[in-house]
């Protein structure tokens, strides 16, 4: 079992930055590779970025790449996600996710544990 706590949500003006943080607890956290997604008002669980358990691969979907750095700390068992220049089309629940393997994977179905999300809402 794995705890994921998400934190550093909250209400930002447009072209804003936040940085939002994922604890983990519970497994062996530097051997498994994490995700961040959201989710906005009446759409689907999108993909944001990804990192490796070793954190030497990243990815990110195209709409926030250039924007967005995820980075993670095993030592301290977090992933982060640090977003710049946010347009308001950036507000939704943002989740972090593990999954069980060293790769990094922009597909939700291959991620096993779930945090409760924050809300991130960008005003213009």
């Known amino acids: 079992q794995v705890q994921l706590v998400e934190s550093g949500g909250g209400l930002v003006q447009a072209g804003g930055s936040l940085r939002l943080s994922c604890a983990a607890s519970?497994?062996?956290?530097?051997?498994?590779?994490m995700g961040w997604f959201r989710q906005a008002p009446g759409k689907e669980r999108e993909f944001v970025a990804t990192i490796s358990a070793s954190g030497r691969t990243t990815d990110y979907a195209d709409s926030v790449r250039g924007r967005f750095t995820i980075s993670r700390d095993n030592a301290k068992k977090t992933v982060y996600l640090q977003m710049k220049s946010l347009p308001p089309g950036d507000t939704a629940v943002y989740y972090c996710?593990?999954?069980?393997?060293?790769?990094?994977?922009?597909?939700?179905?291959?991620?096993?544990?779930w945090g409760q999300g924050t809300q991130v809402t960008v005003s213009s």
């Open positions: 996710a593990v999954r069980n393997s060293p790769y990094a994977s922009p597909r939700p179905v291959e991620y096993d544990y």
């Open positions: 519970g497994r062996t956290f530097s051997s498994y590779a």
